[in-house]
């Protein structure tokens, strides 16, 4: 979590933003997982093998895989696109499955 300075901000402000954004996560005001995760950590190898599994085999769309993993989305947008598993044709909404991502994975 970022270190907020109680000499300039007091405490209960503190407080009352960081519910604030626990609250408002739900609406898209911000990242629900913006306390919880570390930005520019790794990924562990298996935590990216379970976001390409999910990719190739589940319904999920990339925000909600990203939440089921405590990750931001561009990091499971950045591994479909590594590992070319989801394609779009014209619609973000619509995919088909790489065929040769499915043989591989």
């Known amino acids: 979590m ?4 109680e000499s300039i901000f007091p405490r209960w402000a503190i407080h009352e933003l960081l ?3 626990q609250s408002n996560a739900a609406i898209g005001w911000c990242s629900r997982g ?3 995760r570390g930005q520019g950590k790794p990924l562990s190898p298996e935590r990216i ?3 390409k599994k999910l990719l190739a085999t589940s319904d999920l769309s990339m925000p909600d895989i990203a939440e089921r ?3 931001a989305r561009g990091r499971v947008v950045s591994i479909n696109r590594k590992f ?3 394609l779009y044709e014209t ?5 088909v499955v790489n065929k040769d991502f499915r043989n591989t994975a």
Request: glycine fraction near 4%; include cysteine; charged fraction near 30%.
């Open 84 to 86: 070319q598993i989801r």
């Open 49 to 51: 093998e379970k976001i």
């Open 34 to 36: 913006t306390m919880e």
């Open 91 to 95: 619609k973000r909404s619509s995919w």
């Open 69 to 71: 993993m405590g990750c």
């Open 2 to 5: 970022a270190h907020l300075d």
């Open 19 to 21: 519910l604030s954004c």
